[in-house]
Nanobody, 122 residues
């Protein structure tokens, strides 16, 4: 089994910053992709940003230039630094990983964290 545990989040003022972390653990063989998605109240879950094991990134247009993803492959951990936050960034942020585990060594599977609330408000 694979587990993703997020930390960070909370209440942030408009224009402020946040830093989220997500650590993957369990029967991990390799992680091809890690990243973050978010879901605002009443809306569908959407991509924020992903990063491959080689460091290639894919940002949503809405966060380009404001959010930065980084990854520590040795620690199976991904970070999200968000700056210049806006009220529309308010959402539950979910960690995501595309993992090959020892339970299923011949395929990659999607795993999700439990989510962490980020609220941008004055």
């Amino acid at each position: 089994q694979v587990h993703l545990v997020e930390s960070g989040g909370g209440l942030v003022q408009p224009g402020g910053s946040l830093r989220l972390s997500c650590a993957a653990s369990g029967s991990i063989v390799s992680i091809a992709i890690m990243g973050w998605y978010r879901q605002a109240l009443g809306k569908q879950r959407e991509l924020v940003v992903t990063i491959t094991s080689g460091g290639s990134t894919n940002y949503a247009d809405s966060v380009k230039g404001r959010f930065t993803i980084s990854r520590d492959n040795a620690k199976n951990t991904v970070y999200l630094q968000g700056n210049s936050l806006k009220p529309e960034d308010t959402a539950v942020y979910y960690c995501y990983a595309f993992v090959r585990s020892s339970d299923w060594p011949n395929t990659y599977n999607n795993y999700w964290g439990q989510g962490t609330q980020v609220t941008v408000s004055s």
